[in-house]
């Protein structure tokens, strides 16, 4: 299970810092990662780590503004938002996988998402 946290809503210019941990697994996962979806389009990578802590190219989005970094416990990760923008504002999930390309979770029963977390700008 993967549970989300730290959504909310900030004025542009703010900042949110989400949390991500995946309990109920004996084993590190390969890689994990967040995404974002907003309404009536496709689902975006934002943000993936290795387990050994190499960071993905973020997406050009990003523009240095997000980072993403473990947790001290197994199976957690970060994503530290600075200056947000209205166009942020979607549903971001956590994933996990054990099949990774790109330092991103492969779609398919090695993967495993959380229920996702609320960001609005505005």
């Known amino acids: 299970q993967l549970v989300e946290s730290g959504g909310g809503s900030v004025q542009p210019g703010g900042s949110l810092r989400l949390s991500c941990a995946a309990s109920?697994?004996?084993?590190?996962?390969?890689?994990m990662a967040w995404f974002r979806q907003e309404p009536g389009k496709e689902r975006e990578g934002v943000a993936g780590?290795?387990?050994?802590?190499?960071?993905?190219m973020y997406p050009d989005f990003v523009e240095g503004r997000f980072v993403i970094s473990p947790g001290d416990a197994q199976n957690t990760v970060f994503l530290q938002m600075d200056s947000l923008k209205p166009e942020d504002t979607a549903v971001y999930y956590c994933?996990?996988?054990?099949?990774?390309?790109?330092?991103?979770?492969?779609?398919?029963?090695?993967?495993?998402w959380g229920q996702g977390t609320q960001v609005t700008v505005s």
């Open positions: 994933a996990a996988g054990r099949s990774c390309r790109a330092g991103y979770p492969v779609e398919g029963p090695n993967s495993y």
């Open positions: 780590i290795w387990s050994n802590g190499v960071i993905a």
């Open positions: 109920g697994y004996s084993d590190n996962f390969l890689c």
